[in-house]
DNA sequence: TAAAGACGCGACAAAATCTC
DNA sequence: GAGATTTTGTCGCGTCTTTA
């Protein structure tokens, strides 16, 4: 099995601030903001590989960009975003030192590249997410209002048809007693 | 026993949000 | 609009454990 297997070099904490160019806590505190699977020696010492210090620089470089923890530990999760996979890949396949580092620069570059894009979707897709919400919301008001008017609208006709009856009845109150009047008079003549 | 690291907690500054 | 409050992102420090 040796030799088939590439020993994977560990680096502490310290090291890998220095890599990364940050304080230890820094990268602790990330760890725990970005809930990122940091490896653990023997003695309970976090461990750091080049995939961490990949992961850490490419954040570093998001937070210099503006995004805060939140937004890159959204892309994070959202992605399988292992930039040393390909590198990894790259040696197995026996490339040149060279090659092997142009290939994960561009890697990581396009990475990094369908990184901005993922937040730029995110973004979108709230401001689109947003829009929808209010425009249900107005619609339903509206439908609301509409219902509220149209009611309001029919109880009105109803006031005015009862009311209309009751003139109606009025004048036909009217009307039927002056004509008993007229015929009691008819009545009395005779 | 000093050095290195883990861990927890409080402090701090800047930005965002709230309240009057 | 200005002051108060909250949130975010660190930062500092003390304590404990382990190792050489």
Redesign the pocket.
């Known amino acids: 099995m040796e030799g088939s297997m590439v020993e994977e070099h560990r680096y502490?904490?310290?090291?890998a601030a220095k890599i990364v160019a940050?304080?230890?806590?820094?990268l602790?505190?990330?760890e725990d903001?970005l809930e990122i699977p940091i490896g653990r020696t023997?003695?309970?010492?976090?461990y750091y590989t080049r995939e961490n210090i990949e992961i850490f620089q490419n954040v570093k470089k998001l937070?210099e960009e503006g995004l805060?923890?939140?937004a890159i530990k959204a892309v994070l999760q959202s992605t399988n975003y292992r930039p040393e996979e390909d590198a990894r890949k790259a040696q197995q396949e026996q490339m040149t030192t060279e090659q092997t580092s142009l290939k994960v620069m561009q890697s990581n570059a396009e990475k990094l590249r369908q990184f901005k894009e993922l937040v730029e979707e995110i973004v979108e897709k709230v401001v689109k997410d947003n829009n929808e919400e209010l425009q249900q919301r107005l619609e339903e008001s509206m439908a609301k209002e509409t219902d509220y008017l149209l009611h309001m609208q029919e109880k009105r006709e109803e006031e005015r048809f009862r009311r209309l009856d009751e003139i109606i009845r009025a004048h036909q109150k009217v009307a039927a007693t002056k004509e008993k009047r007229r015929f009691r008079d008819i009545l009395r003549r005779k």
Do not use: D, P, T
Request: avoid cysteine; charge should be neutral; hydrophobic fraction near 35%.
């Open positions: 502490l904490i310290s090291e940050v304080e230890a806590h820094v602790r505190y990330w903001e023997e003695l309970g010492h976090r937070k805060q923890l939140k």
